[in-house]
């Protein structure tokens, strides 16, 4: 990525690193926070960015890299927008078949009509720890929340995620379908842009 040689992607996901990764080819060499920490910085923040400028601060402190981070969750409209930033905690931290199911019990028997959802992700770039001026780039994708969990791909709550215009689910389109059309290659687009790299 122009200026950079280097990036630590500030992920300890490894559905999300897979996807960051193959987005950013090879503009620029990318390790992962893994290779430094297995802590996770607590997700203090109100917001999508300020969560993403959280981590990326906290992996550039330790990496000494420029570090990228996303930030990202979906966001429920009958639930007034809910999980939202808390959507990795949704179930209390026992993980992705939780929170699924978690979601299905509080969508059950809402109509079609009112199950519409937008995935939604910050990218956060830092070029060190306290950068003045981190890089902020959003995207979201819209759908609706299905009646049960479809497809094999992808992570998280992309079972639950249906794409009105792809007819599938999230977790039915394979990965390079996913990262042309999803919320995080939509940050992406917009981070390659003001980069200079598209
Ligand atoms: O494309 C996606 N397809 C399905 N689910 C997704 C997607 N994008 C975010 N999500 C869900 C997963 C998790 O429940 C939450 C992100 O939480 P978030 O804190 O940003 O990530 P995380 O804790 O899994 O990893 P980390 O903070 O180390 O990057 O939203
Ligand atoms: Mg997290």
Redesign the pocket.
């Known amino acids: 990525m122009s200026g950079f040689k280097e990036l630590v992607l ?4 490894a ?2 690193l897979k ?1 960051l990764q193959a987005m950013l080819g090879d503009a620029v060499r990318v390790r992962s ?1 893994g290779e430094f920490s297995q802590v ?1 910085p607590e ?1 203090t923040g109100l917001s ?1 960015v300020e ?2 400028i959280l ?1 990326a601060r906290n992996a550039a402190r330790i990496s000494g890299l420029p570090a990228l ?6 966001a429920v409209d009958f639930l007034g927008g809910a ?1 939202g ?1 808390y ?4 179930a209390d931290g026992q993980g ?1 078949a939780a ?1 699924n199911a978690k979601l299905l019990d509080a969508l059950k028997d809402v109509p079609d009509a009112q199950r519409g959802a937008q ?3 910050a990218l956060a770039l830092v070029r060190h720890a306290d950068d003045p001026l981190p890089i902020l780039c959003e995207g979201l ?1 819209h759908g609706s929340i299905l009646h049960e969990a479809r497809g094999e791909h ?5 079972p639950l ?1 249906w794409v009105p215009d792809s007819e599938c689910s ?2 039915e389109m394979p990965s390079e379908q ?1 990262n042309r059309l ?3 290659a939509r940050a992406m687009a917009l981070l390659k842009q003001r980069l200079g790299l598209a």
């Open positions: 500030a992920s300890h996901n559905g999300k996807e926070i996770e997700e999508f969560n993403a981590k981070a996303d930030d990202s969750g979906l999980p930033i959507s990795a905690r949704y992705d929170n995935f939604v992700c994708w992808g992570f998280g709550y992309d995620f999230s977790a996913k999803s919320h995080r």
